[in-house]
């Protein structure tokens, strides 16, 4: 069972030196000059950093709280490199690129960055969270294999007992410690995750007919009206733009 590799593929994400007062994703020296961790500040940037002991500074966009794991993450990751040795291969790489002026450093520094975020993420989900949200309850073992059924199959038509039997659970049980867990019930959040990614489809050009039946909405016109109430727009109006 892979927990990230649906969200990191339906999200876009884009890492991009920047300067210290815009970056979001830092990465510090320790005092032998070797990366010692990184900081990755999940909604703005930091008013307080310094230059010294910058290895690089660059700007994550990876489609901000649309993006249901973004949401989920605390305001500041932080991580220690000290045990994670190719963690650190990936920081110096990234600085390297970063003021080698090479060709294609750009594309270099955002599959370095991707590859970077993802151990992060991994780190995050090992370590746990006290925080509701999908986070929390993909490091859980039982509920993450629920939902990452319903990331990977979005257009099944699930029910709560399709859902808890994935997760090894009672219905009841399921419902109480998804809730509990993610802050909302399994289908809602089934619900929420059909509609961002309709979003995107409608974004990229589908049809309001093809995205509502792909997402196992009974007619374009239930889906029209759940993604109005979603998004606070008709997807027509979004698909014609």
């Given at each position: 069972m892979d927990r990230l590799t649906t969200l990191v593929e339906k999200f876009h994400l884009t890492v991009q030196p920047a300067p210290l007062?815009?970056?979001n994703l830092i990465a510090m020296a320790g005092?032998?000059?070797?990366?010692?961790?990184?900081?990755?500040?999940?909604?703005?940037?930091?008013?307080?950093?310094?230059?010294?002991?910058?290895?690089?500074?660059?700007?994550?966009?990876?489609?901000?709280?649309?993006?249901?794991?973004?949401?989920?993450l605390p305001d500041e990751v932080c991580s220690d490199l000290s045990g994670a040795e190719d963690s650190r291969a990936l920081v110096r790489l990234m600085a390297?690129?970063?003021?080698?002026?090479?060709?294609?450093?750009?594309?270099?520094?955002?599959?370095?960055?991707?590859?970077?975020?993802?151990?992060?993420l991994r780190e995050q989900i090992s370590q746990g969270t006290t925080d509701v949200g999908l986070l929390a309850g993909l490091a859980d073992p039982r509920l993450s294999r629920a939902i990452v059924a319903m990331h990977d199959y979005p257009g099944r038509v699930?029910?709560?007992a399709d859902l808890a039997q994935e997760a090894g659970l009672s219905l009841s049980r399921f419902a109480e410690l998804f809730a509990?867990?993610?802050?909302?019930?399994?289908?809602?959040?089934?619900?929420?995750?059909?509609?961002?990614?309709?979003?995107?489809?409608?974004?990229?050009g589908d049809r309001v007919d093809a995205v509502a039946r792909r997402y196992a909405?009974?007619?374009?016109?239930?889906?029209?009206?759940?993604?109005?109430?979603?998004?606070?727009?008709?997807?027509t109006t979004l698909r014609a733009a």
């Open positions: 007062s815009t970056a005092e032998n000059g070797a990366p010692a961790r990184v900081v990755f500040l999940t909604r703005g940037t930091s008013q307080t950093a310094r230059a010294e002991g910058v290895l690089f500074a660059a700007h994550v966009d990876w489609m901000g709280m649309t993006n249901p794991l973004m949401a989920s390297e690129e970063t003021t080698a002026n090479r060709c294609g450093a750009q594309s270099v520094i955002n599959r370095l960055g991707e590859a970077l975020m993802v151990r992060l699930w029910s709560n509990q867990t993610v802050g909302e019930t399994p289908i809602g959040y089934l619900r929420r995750w059909r509609l961002i990614l309709a979003h995107q489809d409608i974004m990229r909405y009974n007619s374009p016109e239930s889906f029209t009206r759940a993604f109005r109430k979603a998004h606070g727009v008709a997807p």
